[in-house]
């Protein structure tokens, strides 16, 4: 049962994070060399979102910006898994649909800006930041209310291709609400992904020490 579980868990959200593995703070390049970055506007992210509610049973939607199409393909993907409160958050979460990859771009740009250790430019640039979203969704945050969730992967490369820092993190929002205040105010869900987003943001690129890389604990 404890394997298929977690057999079930990697099939679902394929989020896999050595533990243990010291993970060094983007304070930590040579900002000698480097002076300027650019985004990768290749943004990876998975096609759908995970729910999770508070009996633990996961399930995945698709990204509503991905059509009729795509919404097919991901629901029959998903069908054989999905709770009982997915129907019902996923209702709510059509009416402010939302593309993951913009959300979390605009975050991470801010938080270069913000981290003023590298000048971040259109093109040409030093060093290239590639963002890929491992997993996003909603899942128990505040004892049984839900709250937004988001992990990530971010890797820095020279004009060579070379890899010089890269980090895996996770992080949820502060604001939660349980399913049925969800329905009554769809609203919260793209609030959640914002704040998912910029607490993501900066753990990854405004954290000045070491830390461990560890998989994300809420998805799990």
Partial sequence: MLLSRYFRTFLIFPVVFAIGCAQQPLSSIDRNKYKTVCLD?????????????????????VMSSFGLAGAVVGLMAGAASESPGYHRFDAAASKHPIDIRVVVRREMENALRSSKLLQVVPANADTTLKIEIQGYGVGPVN???????????????????????????WAVSNTTALLEGIEANPALWPRMANEAAQALAKKLLLVTTTTKRTAAEPFM
């Fill in 41 to 61: 506007p290749n943004l990876k992210a998975p096609n759908h979102y995970v729910y999770r509610d508070i009996t633990g049973k996961r399930s995945r939607g």
């Fill in 143 to 169: 004892d049984r209310e839900l709250g937004g969730m988001i992990a990530a992967r971010t890797t820095l490369t020279g004009r060579n291709g070379a890899v010089i820092w890269k980090k895996d993190e």
